[in-house]
């Protein structure tokens, strides 16, 4: 699926949150994410609210730990390995320690330290894996103007970290009155989502949302337009990466899968085989796409410890597909549909299944009785 974000009001990490909320993504999974951080003291709530005649989903986050500094090392131990998150959390430390010249492991985070931080972030990186989200896009970013109170004393709008996050990116902006409109919160989360900055990509739209910030200044609609749809036509070719290994154990080889998955690689998984010598062994296959490449190439050598690896271009052919959640027993379980059929998420199964104590087969099957109708398989007369 493909999102685009179109910040004509600028973009904060709970508008981002909000937008993917009411783009369908489920609030309880993405609350089962940030807990599996260990995270403790927070809430997360979703409500509906209306900002200059548009209802919009405005994204609570309360946290009982109220600091807001503290330093940058803190909050990416709290994100952990979640990419998303951690990504965003390491380019707000990267700016803040070119600003204030000094190390980044030593960085201190202001503003942006406190946990409503973590819960933002992962949050999003969440909501972007549960709506199966793997381009993000974005239109020209709104900027305030003025100044802001900080802990450093009055500074100007758009802050030092948000201007240097979007400069990195080489980000298009445009003006949008007085005050602040976006955050560094929200700049870093669209630099760690790899956002493609331009006008809308082709593709069959599914779904409109709308993330409210937290003010609802008069004349201007206080909210961030997410649109998904589907990439039209044939995906841009992959990149497939493989190495054999013969001394990695089964449990380094699983970790390494889903470590993969969890980078953004469109699908990682093994092959056994025999090596010379009759050495029974493996072969590690990736598929990812171009721009997270080189990242996955990165952890298959580092969690192998092999020497080289395999790096070959394909083409995919990627069938139009959409996720809708659905109720068994106060458990939301997601269901992928395709062109040819629905298929409930595993692990959505499983969760429900061990808190019902129902068979697997029984979840699923009441799953799918609870989805709405799949798509029709396409016509003769459909496009390819």
Request: hydrophobic share 45%.
């Amino acid at each position: 699926m493909i999102v685009w974000f179109n910040p004509v009001s600028g973009a904060s990490g709970d508008m981002l949150l909000g937008a993917l909320l009411d783009l369908g993504a489920p609030l309880d999974g993405v609350r089962a994410a940030v807990a599996r951080t260990g995270l403790d003291g927070w809430q997360l709530s979703a409500e509906r609210v209306t900002r200059a005649g548009i209802g919009a989903t405005r994204a609570v986050v309360t946290v009982t730990d109220t600091a807001t500094e503290r330093h940058a090392a803190e909050l990416l131990a709290r994100v952990g390995d979640v990419g998303v998150a951690a990504r965003a959390v390491r380019a707000i430390a990267e700016v803040e320690a070119g600003i204030h010249g000094v190390p980044v492991d030593e960085v201190h985070l202001h503003e942006i330290g406190g946990l409503d931080t973590v819960v933002d972030t992962v949050g999003v990186a969440a909501a972007l894996d549960l709506l199966g989200v793997t381009e993000v896009h974005c239109g020209p970013i709104a900027l305030g103007s003025g100044t802001v109170e900080t802990r450093h004393g009055v500074l100007p709008v758009p802050a030092p970290a948000t201007a240097a996050l979007l400069a990195a990116a080489h980000a298009p902006v445009t003006g949008a009155g007085v005050g602040e409109t976006v955050t560094p919160t929200g700049a870093a989360l669209l630099v760690a989502m790899d956002a493609r900055f331009g006008p809308v990509p082709a593709m069959a739209l599914r779904g409109v949302g709308y993330g409210a910030g937290g003010r609802d200044p008069a004349g201007r609609a206080n909210v961030l337009q997410a649109l998904l749809g589907e990439p039209a036509g044939r995906s841009a070719p992959m990149t497939l990466l493989e190495t054999n290994v013969d001394d990695v154990t089964g449990e380094v080889l699983g970790h390494l899968v889903a470590r993969l998955l969890a980078a953004g690689a469109a699908d990682a998984w093994l092959t056994p085989i025999v090596m010379k010598k009759g050495r029974p062994a493996h072969t590690v296959h990736v598929l990812a796409a171009s721009e997270r490449a080189a990242d996955c190439e990165r952890i298959v050598l580092a969690e192998t410890g092999s020497l080289g690896l395999r790096r070959t271009t394909v083409d995919r052919t990627a069938l139009p597909r959409h996720t809708s959640t659905v109720d068994v027993g106060g458990h939301a379980v997601r269901v992928k549909h395709g062109p040819w059929g629905a298929k409930p998420e595993h692990d959505d199964v499983e969760v429900a299944a061990a808190a019902l104590d129902l068979p697997l087969r029984e979840v699923a099957r009441q799953a799918l009785a609870a989805a709405p109708l799949a798509a029709k398989p396409p016509s003769r007369s459909d496009p390819a």
